[in-house]
């Protein structure tokens, strides 16, 4: 059997707005044999938005969480509880006859302790309950497009015509993403037996150890009283992100036709050429998502030490439209983060720096916006390896000639179709970067014995209750921890070009055959092409480390992308 370990709360509003120009001209020479056609379209389209969420963190509760009435206790692996429940204490989830979790009161007991004051009657964090994330995000994006077009027909005479286009696109797209995480501690009644789940956040069961007293201000509190505290909620994180990219294409392409004259079994011949350049360069940050404070070490920052009057409590109002409940709510940063973006920016930090320099933290973890990360290119957002420019040009050309006749071949079947060859040739240039993220960067900057020190247990704890150590990057031990920070070092980049050519000659055959006046058997047989999406053949690879998992994670465009060939036949038959 599963059970989710508890649920989350959403309410987002939308602010778009689409706008588009249209612009056409025509010329015709006076004996309809030349048409020009000239075209303009730019449409626009701007969209800007915000979500404020109360979730269950589950990269902060995963694998801690049980029905009501299950005990403290540290006696599995990495200090994480396991599931100690007495009978005629507990309350279990209710499950279907399918084994599906119906109903239940989720908790997260916890070890005893979280943080360092646990076991004092001051401490502002409770022993049990699934931290929460109340996060505030904003995002602005915007798309703009210009396009122009142009095409000329010129018809000499009845066997000649000629056709022209060319083509100018540039498209732009821009994206500020900016988000804060305030966060507390909370356990979740979950009913999913109705027709909308149905989510109660409540103050945690578990406030202290067993062996200890808990706050007695957060223990006379009812569920409304300690939600609307803000002596319980801490600034927690932040996160930003960017997007300036831009894209061009010039395209250009020509077709002369023949027809001849009839009677003859060559009915058509048909030549053209296509040209295409394509550039796109995509600047692309990474999502920067970076500690403010934490609980783990010294003392994390609460939205009544500073920062008061940058965040408000922030109700749910009719959520879902009424049909099911939301939560009591919580406290939210209260200011614009997209033209506010660099005085937030500031104010984050003057957070984190408040955690260091007055609540003790000892954690070297710091969130910097993305304009001041180490390494990134000067006067710019982004990193080297977070700009890639790719460059495609296209060549092609081809034949095609239409036969038929309107006598038999044989019998009474009558024979029409074509026959073709395109050939095209691609040639692909992309840059980008080999990138290593520092050992500052993704947090093995210390030496081990000060970055994972073992925490001792709480002052009052009982005799023979285990020492703690903190997760995350801790949990490689020492010798893998030491190897991370010296792959890492300094960080590096390597920037590099990679060029990729190819080039194909694709066949197509077309055949009609008229067996009688009602029935027509047709067969068609050609090879195609297919490239790969500029997004894909980017040249970067980015390696980062994963806290939660104890992972580097690398991801990665291939440039050497060969394009997709496919042999295609049909074959149909068909009475009218």
């Known amino acids: 059997r599963y059970a989710p370990l508890g649920g989350q709360f959403r309410t987002q509003d939308y602010d778009r707005e689409r706008l588009g120009l249209a612009f056409a001209a025509q010329w015709e020479s006076l004996d309809e044999r030349s048409l020009l056609t000239l075209q303009y379209l730019r449409p626009e389209s701007t969209s800007a938005w915000g979500e404020h969420s109360f979730e269950a963190a589950p990269d902060l509760s995963e694998y801690e969480t049980y029905p009501a009435g299950c005990r403290q206790n540290t006696g599995s692996p990495q200090g994480r509880p396991?599931?100690?429940?007495?009978?005629?204490?507990?309350?279990?989830?209710?499950?279907?006859?399918?084994?599906?979790?119906?109903?239940?009161?989720?908790?997260?007991?916890?070890?005893?302790?979280?943080?360092?004051?646990?076991?004092?009657?001051?401490?502002?964090?409770?022993?049990?309950?699934?931290?929460?994330?109340?996060?505030?995000?904003?995002?602005?994006?915007?798309?703009?497009?210009?396009?122009?077009?142009?095409n000329f027909r010129f018809t000499p005479d009845d066997h000649w015509q000629f056709n022209f286009d060319a083509q100018h696109v540039r498209a732009e797209h821009e994206t500020l993403d900016v988000s804060v995480f305030g966060s507390n501690f909370a356990d979740q009644e979950l009913d999913l037996t109705g027709n909308?789940?149905?989510?109660?956040?409540?103050?945690?069961?578990?406030?202290?150890?067993?062996?200890?007293?808990?706050?007695?201000?957060?223990?006379?509190?009812?569920?409304?009283?300690?939600?609307?505290?803000?002596?319980?909620?801490?600034?927690?994180?932040?996160?930003?992100?960017?997007?300036?990219?831009?894209?061009?294409?010039?395209?250009?392409?020509a077709d002369l036709g023949y027809n001849?004259?009839?009677?003859?079994?060559?009915?058509?011949?048909?030549?053209?050429?296509?040209?295409?350049?394509?550039?796109?360069?995509?600047?692309?940050?990474?999502?920067?998502?970076?500690a403010i404070s934490e609980v783990w070490s010294g003392t994390a920052v609460f939205m009544d030490q500073a920062g008061t009057e940058r965040s408000s409590f922030f109700e749910y109002d009719n959520f879902f439209r009424g049909q099911t409940p939301g939560p009591i709510g919580g406290y939210h940063y209260n200011r614009d983060l997209i033209g506010g973006y660099r005085d937030s920016a500031e104010f984050f930090k003057s957070l984190n720096d408040y955690w260091h320099n007055v609540n003790g933290a000892g954690a070297t973890n710091r969130w910097v916006p993305l304009n001041e990360r180490a390494g990134v290119v000067p006067g710019i957002d982004f990193l080297p390896s977070e700009i890639q420019t790719v460059s495609e040009r296209n060549l092609a050309a081809y034949l095609m000639a239409s036969f038929g006749s309107d006598e038999p071949i044989f019998g009474d079947v009558r024979l029409s179709g074509n026959i073709g060859v395109r050939y095209v040739n691609t040639r692909l240039e992309s840059e980008g970067a080999f990138t290593i993220p520092s050992a500052a960067a993704i947090g093995v900057s210390d030496p081990f014995a000060v970055r994972c020190a073992v925490q001792p247990p709480p002052p009052g704890a009982p005799p023979g209750t285990p020492p703690s150590q903190p997760g995350g990057v801790c949990v490689l031990g020492e010798q893998g921890y030491n190897d991370l920070a010296t792959w890492a070092g300094a960080g590096s980049n390597s920037p590099n070009t990679?060029?990729?050519?190819?080039?194909?000659?694709?066949?197509?055959?077309?055949?009609?055959?008229?067996?009688?006046?009602?029935?027509?058997?047709?067969?068609?047989?050609?090879?195609?092409?297919?490239?790969?999406?500029?997004?894909?053949?980017?040249?970067?690879?980015?390696?980062?480390?994963?806290?939660?998992?104890?992972?580097?994670?690398?991801?990665?465009?291939?440039?050497f992308l060969d394009p997709a060939l496919s042999d295609q036949f049909d074959l149909g038959l068909e009475w009218y």
């Open 498 to 559: 990679a060029v990729n050519e190819y080039d194909y000659f694709l066949p197509s055959l077309n055949l009609k055959f008229d067996i009688t006046d009602e029935i027509i058997l047709r067969f068609a047989a050609s090879r195609a092409l297919a490239r790969p999406s500029l997004a894909d053949v980017r040249n970067f690879i980015q390696t980062g480390f994963d806290g939660n998992t104890g992972a580097l994670n690398t991801t990665a465009g291939n440039p």
């Open 196 to 253: 909308f789940p149905v989510i109660t956040p409540h103050k945690p069961l578990t406030l202290s150890a067993t062996w200890a007293a808990p706050n007695p201000e957060m223990a006379a509190q009812n569920d409304e009283q300690y939600f609307t505290d803000r002596r319980w909620t801490f600034w927690r994180a932040a996160m930003d992100h960017i997007e300036d990219s831009v894209g061009e294409e010039w395209a250009t392409r």
């Open 82 to 150: 396991r599931a100690e429940c007495p009978v005629g204490a507990l309350q279990n989830y209710q499950y279907d006859s399918d084994n599906v979790f119906e109903s239940g009161f989720i908790t997260l007991p916890g070890t005893g302790w979280r943080t360092g004051d646990s076991g004092s009657g001051a401490t502002r964090v409770p022993t049990g309950g699934m931290q929460h994330s109340l996060s505030t995000r904003q995002v602005d994006d915007t798309n703009v497009v210009a396009d122009y077009g142009l």
């Open 260 to 290: 001849f004259d009839d009677g003859g079994f060559l009915r058509r011949i048909k030549f053209g050429a296509r040209y295409s350049d394509r550039d796109q360069t995509i600047r692309y940050t990474t999502y920067n998502w970076g």
